[in-house]
Nanobody, 120 residues
Framework: QVQLVESGGGLVQAGGSLRLSCGAS????????MGWFRQAPGKEREFVGR????????FYADSVKGRFTISRAVAKYTVFLQMNSLKPDDTAIYFC?????????????WGQGTQVTVSS
């Protein structure tokens, strides 16, 4: 099992920045990919971006490309989501998730989420 804990959410004005963190514990050696999702009120959860744990290759949703950056601190088993040029539409609960090695690409592990609110 892998446990994920997000932090860093909060209230920010449009155009501002926030950095979210997600710390992993447990069977961290089994992590293949870590990613971020978000869910706005009344909407389905959507993919934000992901990073391969080995190599650091990243991929982003079109809605955040060029504004959000995912990075990792391998020794600390932590992944970050740097969010710049925030818009009110970015308001959501942000979740960290992980895909274990050998899985079929499914996001097996999830954090509890952290609220991000962007005011206009």
């Amino acid at each position: 099992q892998v446990q994920l804990v997000e932090s860093g959410g909060g209230l920010v004005q449009a155009g501002g920045s926030l950095r979210l963190s997600c710390g992993a514990s447990g069977r961290t050696f089994s992590i293949y990919t870590m990613g971020w999702f978000r869910q706005a009120p009344g909407k389905e959860r959507e993919f934000v971006g992901r990073i391969r744990w080995s190599g650091g290759d990243t991929f982003y949703a079109d809605s955040v490309k060029g504004r959000f950056t995912i990075s990792r601190a391998v020794a600390k088993y932590t992944v970050f989501l740097q969010m710049n040029s925030l818009k009110p539409d970015d308001t959501a609960i942000y979740f960290c998730a992980a895909v274990p090695v050998g899985a079929d690409g499914s996001w097996h592990y999830w954090g509890q989420g952290t609220q991000v609110t962007v005011s206009s």
